[in-house]
């Protein structure tokens, strides 16, 4: 046997699904591949008792098929507490594609994917995320009924972006009064990391209120076009975490909460769009406690996109979206006085409220 071959007994110390951290008690991952469009995609299905699992389909250029997995656990995980916290009757999924949106996607790829969605015969409604548009929802919407997210024009709620970046806002409206004793942003300074198009419609509401704007984001075109429209400021350093900071709103990927990050952190608010933006929930949301550092959990004050397009299976319309949305501030407010009257982590809290939420339903399932 040569050296790069492992053998059976070593092959089976590694579980690659079940043995993953970030697998947690998933009900279903399904794999799948079609060799004529090219795709390669995973469907994390992590838990459907208080209805089916609905979470938007990110396609990103990932390392290798660990990251790409590991993702979709964690996402699908999120979006299960995301909106059992906001009341929602729906459980957690998630779908990852592999592959470069800008030079992989085609009609042809989007429509074999909502294949495998329908597939599922509904356990599992997709909706748009990273690298994802609502052009991309109305082409899988051509071969499954299992999609949200679709063209206004088709009957859809449209781009959920904006709804989800007035929840952040609402969010960290509240984390502000609570850390600072009111939640007018105006003169605080805010670094928006991430200005996609949730980071952008972020951007415009903190403009709007006076707040003091710095933007960061790997796309330069984007920087420039942003700071034009809206007169803040691109940040020059090469440390955004070191720097003194009223909030911090990460607004890209996750994971910038991390051991090499925390140390530094100056900001004395952190609320943001991306979703796990906690590296290792328990260790991360323990030190920034201890640090003083507010927390707005991402998964209640991120939920305005899956409010949106909840819409469109509920057949709610745009005044009941924005009153959803608005809620997420007395929600907010409410787990940062729990975490603080029980001396918890404002991440334990809300995953207390989500957690009470579902085991509920499943008393109530098993009269």
Same mark, same amino acid.
């Not at 071959?5 to 591949?33: A, Y």
């Not at 548009?133 to 997210?149: H, I, K, Q, S």
């Not at 063209?151 to 850390?179: D, H, L, Q, R, W």
């Not at 207390?352 to 399932?365: D, F, G, L, V």
């Given at each position: 046997?040569?050296?790069?071959? &492992?053998?059976?007994?070593?092959?089976?110390?590694?579980?690659?699904?079940?043995?993953?951290?970030? @697998?947690?008690?998933?009900?279903?991952?399904? @794999?799948?591949?079609?060799?004529?469009?090219?795709?390669?995609?995973? *469907?994390?299905?992590?838990?459907?008792?208080?209805?089916?699992? +609905?979470?938007?389909?990110?396609?990103?250029?990932?390392?290798?098929?660990?990251?790409?997995?590991?993702?979709?656990?964690?996402?699908?995980? %999120?979006?299960?507490?995301?909106?059992?916290?906001?009341? +929602?009757?729906?459980?957690?999924?998630?779908?990852?594609?592999?592959?470069?949106?800008?030079?992989?996607?085609?009609?042809?790829?989007?429509?074999? @994917?909502?294949?495998?969605?329908?597939? &599922?015969?509904?356990?599992?409604?997709?909706?748009?995320?990273?690298?994802?548009?609502?052009?991309?929802?109305? &082409?899988?919407?051509?071969?499954?009924?299992?999609?949200?997210?679709?063209?206004?024009?088709? =009957? %859809?709620? =449209?781009?959920?972006?904006?709804?989800?970046? !007035?929840?952040?806002?609402?969010?960290?409206?509240?984390?502000?009064?609570?850390?600072?004793?009111?939640?007018?942003?105006?003169?605080?300074?805010? !670094?928006?990391?991430?200005?996609?198009?949730?980071?952008?419609?972020?951007?415009?509401?903190?403009?709007?209120?006076?707040?003091?704007?710095?933007?960061?984001?790997?796309?330069?075109?984007? +920087?420039?076009?942003?700071?034009?429209?809206?007169?803040?400021?691109?940040?020059?350093?090469?440390? &955004?975490?070191?720097?003194?900071?009223?909030?911090?709103?990460?607004?890209?990927?996750?994971?910038?909460?991390?051991?090499?990050? *925390?140390?530094? +952190?100056?900001?004395?608010?952190?609320?943001?769009?991306?979703?796990?933006?906690?590296?290792?929930?328990? #260790?991360?949301?323990?030190?920034?406690?201890?640090?003083?550092?507010?927390?707005?959990?991402?998964?209640?004050?991120?939920?305005?996109?899956?409010? /949106?397009?909840?819409?469109?299976?509920? /057949? !709610?319309?745009?005044?009941?979206?924005?009153?959803?949305?608005?809620?997420? !501030?007395?929600?907010?407010?409410?787990?940062?006085?729990?975490? #603080?009257?029980?001396?918890?982590?404002? /991440?334990?809290?809300?995953?207390?409220?989500?957690?009470?939420?579902?085991?509920?339903?499943?008393?109530?399932?098993? #009269?």
């Amino acid at each position: 046997m040569t050296s790069d071959v &492992l053998s059976f007994k070593e092959l089976q110390k590694i579980d690659p699904v079940f043995g993953q951290l970030s @697998f947690d008690n998933h009900e279903q991952i399904v @794999f799948c591949n079609d060799k004529d469009t090219g795709l390669k995609a995973i *469907i994390g299905i992590h838990n459907t008792v208080l209805g089916p699992a +609905l979470g938007g389909t990110r396609m990103w250029n990932y390392n290798n098929e660990w990251e790409a997995l590991n993702d979709v656990l964690r996402l699908s995980r %999120g979006m299960t507490f995301k909106s059992a916290i906001t009341g +929602l009757n729906l459980g957690g999924g998630k779908a990852v594609i592999i592959g470069d949106a800008k030079t992989q996607k085609t009609p042809e790829l989007m429509k074999k @994917f909502g294949e495998f969605v329908h597939s &599922l015969s509904g356990r599992y409604i997709t909706a748009e995320d990273v690298g994802m548009t609502t052009a991309d929802m109305d &082409l899988v919407r051509e071969v499954t009924p299992y999609v949200t997210g679709i063209s206004e024009s088709k =009957g %859809g709620a =449209g781009n959920p972006s904006p709804i989800t970046a !007035y929840g952040v806002f609402m969010g960290m409206k509240a984390a502000a009064k609570f850390k600072f004793g009111s939640d007018v942003l105006e003169d605080k300074s805010v !670094y928006v990391q991430g200005i996609g198009h949730v980071g952008e419609a972020l951007v415009e509401h903190l403009v709007n209120e006076g707040a003091k704007v710095t933007i960061s984001d790997i796309n330069q075109e984007r +920087l420039e076009s942003v700071k034009s429209k809206y007169d803040v400021t691109i940040y020059g350093g090469n440390d &955004l975490y070191s720097e003194e900071m009223d909030i911090y709103a990460p607004c890209a990927l996750g994971a910038t909460i991390n051991d090499d990050t *925390i140390h530094k +952190l100056k900001a004395k608010v952190i609320a943001g769009a991306a979703n796990n933006q906690l590296a290792e929930e328990d #260790k991360h949301s323990l030190l920034l406690q201890e640090r003083g550092i507010v927390y707005a959990p991402d998964f209640l004050i991120n939920a305005g996109g899956i409010i /949106n397009v909840y819409a469109e299976l509920e /057949n !709610y319309d745009k005044q009941e979206i924005m009153r959803k949305t608005e809620n997420i !501030y007395s929600t907010t407010e409410e787990i940062l006085e729990r975490a #603080k009257a029980g001396n918890i982590t404002t /991440n334990v809290a809300a995953l207390s409220i989500a957690k009470e939420r579902i085991e509920t339903r499943k008393k109530e399932q098993a #009269k």
